[in-house]
């Protein structure tokens, strides 16, 4: 924990350095963006932490056995002690983390990440049943659900984590959580990826999308085409079961009956939109860069809305949501614009997080889902405010 002290002195110093002179600017620049993402990350540790560990709270303030997370499988897990975050929202320190290493390629965000967050990380990991992989919840914990979009997220930050400082370790990882992904397929349906692991009742997006990005960037990382085969596959097998031809976007789900669930989320047609940018870069196949800039259209026409702020211009607003959806759809607005150059889109997202700094944000420094500044929150979920620093930290580096 003392190296989380040390580092928390080092950000506070820097932002005292080069933020009274960033806040007056018009428009969101590089450097102001990387000191909204420092310290938003700041506030995360000085808030979220638990003493003596390298664990988070789920929430701010924290309700610590009386929550219960929406967003699991099975009633059962309702039940599961909660003094610490799930494995989602924890993953996303992770993402953030990872940004801003990207972002500045400075050594203390690796070793914030291999003192803290990895360490924190392997709290979850669940050797016990086989093949290996990610849980829900700690494993000292009663048993809990393992998810296969738990892992792939994380399997993505892994092969990030190697791109940026070649250390295998990282790498090992992900093909570890590969070949936990690889045991949740079957030929039902044709093929695909469930969700759980533990109710294998359909196959989602959130699930076969990331997988897509996570083989191609196997396939980058070690030039084993089996990797690039795989994405393909997976991208080709999302895309015929699960696109809506009506404006490119993805349903969230398909169950074994064939059933779909038509709700649309940011981070399934941002996975989707990284996945055919990836395949572009890989293959040169220009079908795919037509894909990825259809997808961007219609999550640009679907997710955002137009907006007059009580000062200044009108701007496209992102809708109310979850922000790490955004986050994540924000990737693949960012793959695509390294191979088009279309600055429309990023300009968009720089406003949006512009206006949520002024206007979204609270006075311990934790944002609102509403971005409009209308409706606030009562209690700031961890995920929520780590999406934030990871789309200040990847707006730094692309701009």
């Known amino acids: ?169 990282y790498l090992r990882k992900a093909q570890l959580i590969w070949e936990f992904i690889e045991s949740g397929t079957d030929n039902r349906l044709g093929g695909g990826i469930y969700w759980c692991e533990q109710k294998k009742v359909s196959k989602n997006t959130c699930s076969n999308a990331p997988a897509a990005v996570l ?49 649309k989320y940011a981070y399934n047609s941002g996975q989707m939109m990284q996945a055919a940018a990836l395949l572009y870069r890989l293959t040169g196949n220009r079908n795919y860069l037509k894909d990825a800039q259809n997808i961007a259209k219609g999550c640009y026409n679907y997710f955002f809305t137009s907006f007059v702020p009580e000062q200044g211009e009108p701007f496209k607003l992102l809708k109310k949501g979850d922000r790490w959806f955004t986050a994540v759809m924000l990737r693949g607005f960012i793959e695509l614009y390294r191979i088009d150059h279309n600055k429309a889109y990023l300009d968009s997202f720089s406003d949006n997080l512009d206006y949520a700094w002024k206007y979204a944000r609270d006075s311990k420094g934790f944002f609102d889902t509403d971005f409009s500044g209308k409706t606030h929150d009562g209690r700031k979920w961890l995920l929520t405010q780590a999406a934030m620093v990871e789309m200040y930290a990847r707006l730094a580096e692309v701009r």
């Open 215 to 263: 083989a191609l960037k196997l396939f980058e990382a070690t030039r084993d085409s089996t990797y690039l085969s795989k994405g393909r596959e997976l991208y080709d097998w999302t895309k015929k079961r699960l696109q809506d031809s009506s404006d490119c976007l993805y349903f969230d789900n398909i169950s074994l009956e064939g059933k779909i669930d038509k709700s």
């Open 1 to 169: 924990m003392e190296t989380i002290k040390i580092l928390f002195t080092v950000f506070v110093c820097a932002w005292v350095m080069t933020g009274c002179n960033t806040q007056e600017k018009a428009a969101m620049d590089s450097e102001l963006a990387l000191t909204r993402a420092v310290q938003t990350l700041d506030s995360i540790y000085a808030r979220y932490s638990t003493p003596g560990t390298c664990l988070l709270r789920e929430n701010y303030p924290s309700n610590a056995g009386n929550y219960a997370a929406a967003y699991l499988a099975s009633e059962e897990q309702e039940n599961v002690p909660d003094r610490y975050a799930y494995l989602w929202p924890y993953s996303g320190v992770f993402s953030a983390v990872n940004a801003l290493l990207a972002a500045t390629g400075k050594e203390h965000y690796r070793v914030l990440l291999d003192s803290c967050v990895l360490q924190g990380l392997e709290a979850y990991f669940d050797t016990a049943r086989v093949p290996a992989g990610y849980s829900s919840y700690i494993h000292t914990a009663p048993q809990s659900d393992r998810f296969y979009d738990d892992n792939l997220w994380l399997g993505i930050d892994f092969t990030n984590a190697y791109a940026e400082t070649r250390e295998k370790k």
